[in-house]
C-alpha cells in the first residue's frame, strides 16, 4: 500500500515540473514563435495524458486493495458450522429365562413353595336369593417340594365381601397334604354377579367364589 502511494506522489512532482518549465505566451510574440511554442507545448499535453492516466489506474488499484481486504475480514469472521457426532446406541442384549426341568426329564421343577386351590363350593354363578345365607368351601394343597410349618394364612385378597371371616390360618402341610377349609357366608342384597378372592400368605396360590344374586 505504501509503494502505491509514493508512486502517486512521484507522478504528481513530476507533472508539476513539467507544468512549471513551459514558457508564458506574450501578446508581442511573432505568430512564427507561437506555433513552435504550440508545437513544443504537445509534448507535455501528451505527458500530463500519461500522468492523468496513472492516478486513475492508481486509484483503480486501491479501490480492489480496499475490496479485497473487505472480502479477507468477512471471510475470516465467518464461522463455520459445527459438526455434531453421529452416537451410535448401545443395545442391551434380552435375556430369556429358562425354567429349570428335572435333569433328564425335560419336565420343569416344582417350586419349593406352591399351592393349589381346589374343589370350590358353591360353584361358579350358583343363584341364590338376596341376603340367602350358605357355606364357602375350599381345599388348599401343598403341591411345593417342602413342608409347610403351621402359620401360612388364607387370606381375603378383593372383591365383594360376602363372608365375617378373612383371616384363616393353615396347619404344618407336608408336601402332597390337603387342608380344607369351611366358611360361613351370606349372599349380598345387590343383584348381580358377585366375586370374592382369596390368596395364600406370600401370593402363592389364589381361590375364589362367583355367585349371581337373583
Known amino acids: 500500500m505504501k509503494k502505491i502511494i509514493q508512486a502517486v506522489?512521484?507522478?504528481?512532482?513530476?507533472?508539476?515540473?513539467?507544468?512549471?518549465?513551459?514558457?508564458?505566451?506574450?501578446?508581442?510574440?511573432?505568430p512564427q514563435q507561437q506555433?513552435?511554442?504550440?508545437?513544443?507545448?504537445?509534448p507535455t499535453l501528451d505527458t500530463q495524458s500519461m500522468v492523468n492516466t496513472a492516478v486513475a489506474q492508481t486509484v483503480e488499484a486501491q479501490n480492489q486493495i480496499g475490496t479485497a481486504v473487505?472480502?479477507?475480514?468477512?471471510?475470516?469472521?465467518?464461522?463455520?458450522?459445527?459438526?455434531?457426532p453421529f452416537t451410535i446406541p448401545t443395545v442391551t442384549p434380552?435375556?430369556?429365562?429358562?425354567?429349570?426341568?428335572?435333569?433328564?426329564?425335560?419336565?420343569?421343577?416344582?417350586a419349593t413353595y406352591a399351592c393349589d386351590v381346589v374343589l370350590v363350593r358353591p360353584r361358579a354363578y350358583a343363584e341364590f336369593n338376596r341376603g340367602q345365607d350358605f357355606d364357602i368351601k375350599m381345599t388348599v394343597v401343598n403341591t411345593g417340594t417342602r413342608d409347610w410349618y403351621q402359620g401360612f394364612d388364607l387370606k381375603y385378597s378383593g372383591g365383594t365381601v360376602m363372608t365375617?371371616?378373612?383371616?384363616?390360618?393353615?396347619?404344618?402341610?407336608?408336601?402332597?397334604?390337603?387342608?380344607q377349609i369351611v366358611l360361613d357366608a351370606a349372599a349380598p342384597t345387590e343383584r348381580g354377579t358377585?366375586?370374592?378372592?382369596?390368596?395364600?400368605?406370600?401370593?402363592?396360590?389364589?381361590?375364589y367364589v362367583t355367585i349371581t344374586v337373583k
Open 164 to 179: 365375617t371371616t378373612t383371616h384363616v390360618e393353615l396347619p404344618a402341610m407336608a408336601p402332597g397334604a390337603k387342608h
Open 9 to 30: 506522489g512521484i507522478f504528481l512532482t513530476l507533472a508539476l515540473f513539467l507544468s512549471a518549465c513551459l514558457p508564458e505566451t506574450t501578446a508581442g510574440q511573432e
Open 94 to 110: 434380552f435375556i430369556v429365562s429358562t425354567p429349570t426341568t428335572k435333569p433328564g426329564s425335560g419336565v420343569p421343577a416344582k
Open 194 to 207: 358377585h366375586t370374592m378372592t382369596w390368596t395364600v400368605e406370600g401370593r402363592i396360590c389364589f381361590g
Open 70 to 84: 473487505a472480502l479477507t475480514t468477512v471471510a475470516q469472521n465467518t464461522v463455520a458450522p459445527t459438526v455434531t
Open 35 to 42: 506555433q513552435e511554442q504550440q508545437v513544443e507545448n504537445t
